[in-house]
């Protein structure tokens, strides 16, 4: 709706236009709407094909949202190992997102050891990068002094950047 009324079913149909050109934000987009049902049934198996479709035109973001499918069952088996891979590979190609859910999977042991340290590493790296959400798990780690030494100053500054991504639970913790 920026300059224009709220219309699901056009953006939809504007998605799937570019998903049927190749073009990977649509893939992406497209399978959020099939998703999470917006202007559309949820189609969880269709979510997952066009996640695919992206991931094999080389989308990094494509194949953080196949991790997701992996990892929650949407459209295809709960495979946590595919998971940890999918977000392994995202992340090592670049992806904020990729690098804050193999934190997470590091940090609970999902398709892989639990690793602390690893995983403060990677929330690290995705907050420096600007992911308000590592910003929030980064800073929950120096809180807790989880995978590092506990820093309430560090926990704070990290807080107050996600807060100012607009961030609610940064707020609240500040």
Same mark, same amino acid.
């Given at each position: 709706?920026?300059?224009?009324?709220?219309? !699901?079913?056009?953006a %939809?149909?504007?998605?799937q236009?570019?998903? =049927? @050109? /190749?073009?990977?934000?649509?893939?992406?987009?497209l399978?959020?709407?099939?998703?999470?049902?917006?202007?559309?049934?949820?189609?969880?198996?269709?979510?997952?094909?066009?996640?695919?479709?992206?991931?094999?035109?080389?989308?990094?973001?494509?194949?953080?949202?196949?991790?997701?499918?992996?990892?929650?069952?949407?459209?295809?088996?709960?495979n946590?190992?595919?998971?940890?891979?999918?977000?392994? !590979?995202?992340?090592? %190609?670049?992806?904020?997102?990729?690098?804050n =859910? @193999? /934190?997470?999977?590091?940090?609970?042991?999902?398709?892989?050891?639990?690793?602390?340290?690893?995983a403060?590493?990677?929330?690290?790296?995705?907050?420096?990068?600007?992911?308000?959400?590592?910003?929030?798990?980064?800073?929950?780690?120096?809180?807790?002094?989880?995978?590092?030494?506990?820093?309430?100053?560090?926990?704070?500054?990290?807080?107050?950047?996600?807060?100012?991504?607009?961030?609610?639970?940064?707020?609240?913790? %500040?």
């Amino acid at each position: 709706g920026i300059g224009t009324n709220v219309n !699901k079913s056009k953006a %939809l149909e504007l998605y799937q236009k570019a998903a =049927d @050109l /190749g073009n990977i934000s649509g893939l992406n987009n497209l399978g959020q709407f099939y998703q999470y049902g917006i202007g559309t049934k949820i189609n969880r198996k269709k979510a997952f094909e066009l996640y695919q479709e992206a991931a094999n035109l080389g989308s990094t973001t494509g194949i953080n949202n196949l991790g997701c499918c992996y990892e929650a069952g949407i459209g295809i088996r709960i495979n946590k190992n595919k998971a940890f891979e999918l977000y392994q !590979k995202a992340a090592n %190609l670049g992806n904020m997102s990729g690098m804050n =859910d @193999l /934190g997470r999977c590091y940090l609970c042991g999902i398709g892989t050891n639990v690793d602390e340290k690893e995983a403060f590493t990677l929330y690290k790296r995705a907050a420096e990068l600007g992911n308000w959400i590592a910003q929030y798990n980064l800073a929950s780690m120096y809180e807790e002094g989880k995978g590092t030494v506990k820093n309430v100053d560090k926990a704070i500054y990290w807080y107050k950047k996600a807060a100012l991504q607009g961030d609610q639970e940064s707020k609240n913790e %500040l």
